[in-house]
């Protein structure tokens, strides 16, 4: 029964170059979140997405960001031409449902952290 | 715009004496409330919440007390025990976003043996 998987659980990448973080949700949670962790503060809300489609990428930066959960396969972060602000770590959450009736089933992965060098 | 707040970055307790961690919100609009434990290496867990109609919440040794008038909520930890170190996240939710968690900066917690 395994829970999020996420992978890498560390990346190092040069400034300019492209990150990309995949999640694997629970078995049977269709609802996927993307939380980043700056240093020194709490996880904050990037996008949330359904399979195929994204419901709410309100806290994603407006460039070089990009999120998917597509039909088949994990859902995957992108960043483009990282630069050292990049560096955090990225946690993915997964539930069954939305809505905070189930916020008490939703379980992070043990999360990624990007380093830019 | 950190609109939850935990001003306290660390607590260090006795084991088996009470734990108080404080929280504090700036938006009104926020009417559910979480705490998630996260220790080193893993993703947070989902500990307790409480819903902005009741004033408190209580799951075995843990207990979260709000009070809506100073936008405040407190989490209680009795006993202490060792397992419990770990950062301690405080979030919070309104209804027409009621997916998107608003996390705290956290508090780490250490229970001395």
């Known amino acids: 029964n395994a829970g999020v998987m996420q992978n890498p659980r560390h990346l190092v990448r040069r400034r300019g170059q492209e990150a990309r973080l995949r999640c694997s949700p629970m078995?049977?949670?269709?609802?996927v979140y993307w939380y980043r962790q700056l240093p020194e503060e709490g996880l904050k809300f990037m996008v949330y997405?359904?399979?195929?489609?994204?419901?709410?990428e309100s806290g994603m930066p407006k460039e070089r960001f990009s999120a998917e959960f597509p039909k088949e396969g994990p859902s995957i972060l992108r960043i483009q031409q990282v630069v050292r602000g990049d560096s955090a770590a990225y946690f993915c959450?997964?539930?069954?449902?939305?809505?905070?009736?189930?916020?008490?089933?939703?379980?992070f992965g043990e999360g990624s952290r990007l380093t830019v060098l | 715009d950190q609109q939850v707040k935990q001003n306290s970055p660390s607590l260090s307790v006795q084991e088996g004496r009470i734990s108080i961690l404080n929280c504090d919100y700036t938006?009104?609009?926020?009417?559910?409330f979480l705490w998630y434990k996260k220790y080193p290496a893993e993703g947070p867990t989902f500990l307790i919440s409480?819903?902005?109609?009741?004033d408190k919440s209580e799951d075995g040794r843990f207990t979260v007390f709000l009070n809506k008038s100073a936008k405040h909520l407190s989490l209680h930890i009795v006993p202490s025990q060792p397992g419990d170190s770990a950062v301690y996240f405080c979030?919070?939710?309104?209804?027409?976003?009621?997916?998107?968690?608003?996390f705290g900066a956290g508090t780490t917690v250490t229970v001395r043996a």
């Open positions: 959450a997964s539930s069954p449902l939305s809505g905070r009736v189930n916020t008490g089933e939703l379980f």
């Open positions: 078995k049977g949670h269709s609802h």
């Open positions: 997405l359904q399979k195929e489609n994204i419901i709410d």
């Open positions: 938006n009104s609009m926020f009417d559910y």
């Open positions: 409480i819903s902005s109609i009741k």
């Open positions: 979030a919070a939710l309104y209804d027409t976003n009621d997916y998107k968690l608003s």
